[in-house]
């Protein structure tokens, strides 16, 4: 199937199959789509978490708006983004770069000098703001490759973050949770939203072309 047909078998779940499991090769390869995501100068800014244990997933349902969906989904993917910018998360990345490259450490000084210009001398939350975008061109590949796969989703921001930050204490390693994916099973017979028709809105009310 294409990718185009892929998007539109999927829709965001409402109820799982909680004795079904999602195979680990399947989510190895929806995390990996989400690994290979393109971020602001490649800094990949972010963490993703992949919740399994049951008791975890309880707790951190506390904080679900849809508390079912959470306990009942085989994994929970937690997409978390780098509190702020510093100059030793810049660093790292880019030795690993120039390390993979087998280039000089500081082959891109100049560019991240001009990085760090930028970022440091701005507010956490501004920079959190900026973080915190990178995350959702990785869900959205995660959701890609899980359609592929035939694997059921939900893409989640209902939720309290304080709740998960604090369950996963993000804080100590300098994240804050963004969104989550749920993956597992439908239950056909509570996943309501199922047979209903699928609505996308219409190409003309979307997309303008300046030709």
Not at 145 to 174: C, M, R, W, Y
Request: hydrophobic content about 40%; charged content about 30%; some cysteine.
């Amino acid at each position: 199937m294409s990718l185009i047909e892929d998007l539109n078998w999927r829709h965001a779940v409402k109820a799982y199959d909680p004795s079904q499991k999602v195979s680990q090769e399947n989510i190895d390869k929806i995390v990996e789509a989400a690994r290979l995501a393109p971020t602001s100068s490649g800094l990949q800014p972010f963490k993703v978490l992949v919740i399994e244990n049951q008791e975890l997933k309880d707790r951190l349902s506390a904080g679900s708006l849809n508390p079912e969906c959470m306990r009942e989904a085989s994994h929970i993917i937690i997409f978390a983004a780098w509190d702020r910018y510093t100059a030793e998360r810049i660093d790292k990345v880019y030795d690993f770069t120039t390390d993979v490259r087998e280039l000089p450490r500081g082959r891109f000084g100049s560019y991240t000098d001009q990085l760090k210009a930028i970022y440091l001398q701005e507010e956490a939350d501004k920079n959190f703001a900026h973080t915190a975008r990178q995350t959702y061109i990785a869900l959205g590949l995660a959701l890609a490759q899980a359609a592929e796969l035939k694997v059921d989703t939900t893409p989640v921001e209902g939720f309290d973050n304080a709740v998960i930050d604090s369950v996963l204490e993000l804080e100590k390693h300098g994240l804050r949770s963004v969104s989550l994916m749920y993956v597992g099973v439908s239950d056909p017979s509570r996943d309501w939203i199922a047979p209903m028709k699928k609505v996308r809105i219409p190409r003309e009310e979307l997309v303008v072309e300046y030709k």
